[in-house]
């Protein structure tokens, strides 16, 4: 088994600042965020979803029909996430639902101008929801876990 073990290269910590800068720009440009539910008897789900972020809220929308869209629902609150293992955005929320015909019009034309796609025009089942962040963790490696929180408590 002569096989040598990969060394971890440690870089130096980003600070506050460059976390927040780095966090706000993935938000701008990925597209795709994985979210995490639970329905009330605690079963988890976890999918990956479209998204936009509008300054102050993570959109999302899929069928309320589904376990992410009941849950989503019903629970009233999320994770959301970036990354690999190396590289993670964690973005705790609180959740509220919108039926296709109560969201915000700028909600649904900042979702669109993103995805391309506005769920209304597929299905009557489809809802958005609205993530205000709570708390927002940002590490790039073990040696960044002090820190990590760039917004507590809605700050």
């Not at 079963?43 to 479209?50: H, M, N, Q, R, S």
């Amino acid at each position: 088994m002569g096989g040598s073990v990969p060394v971890m290269t440690i870089t130096e910590s980003r600070t506050a600042v460059e976390r927040k800068r780095d966090v706000l720009a993935r938000l701008e440009r990925e597209r795709d965020i994985w979210v995490a539910s639970a329905d009330a008897d605690g079963l988890p789900c976890l999918v990956a979803l479209w998204f936009v972020w509008d300054g102050e809220s993570v959109w999302l929308s899929t069928r309320i029909t589904n376990p992410t869209g009941r849950n989503l629902r019903d629970g009233g609150r999320t994770r959301l996430a970036f990354g690999d293992t190396q590289d993670v955005v964690l973005i705790d929320g609180e959740v509220r639902t919108y039926g296709g015909t109560d969201v915000p019009a700028a909600a649904i034309e900042a979702f669109r101008a993103k995805t391309g796609w506005d769920p209304r025009e597929d299905s009557a089942s489809y809802a958005f929801f609205q993530v205000r962040p709570h708390t927002v963790q940002a590490l790039n490696g073990v040696h960044e876990m002090r820190g990590r929180h760039v917004m507590e408590d809605g700050v």
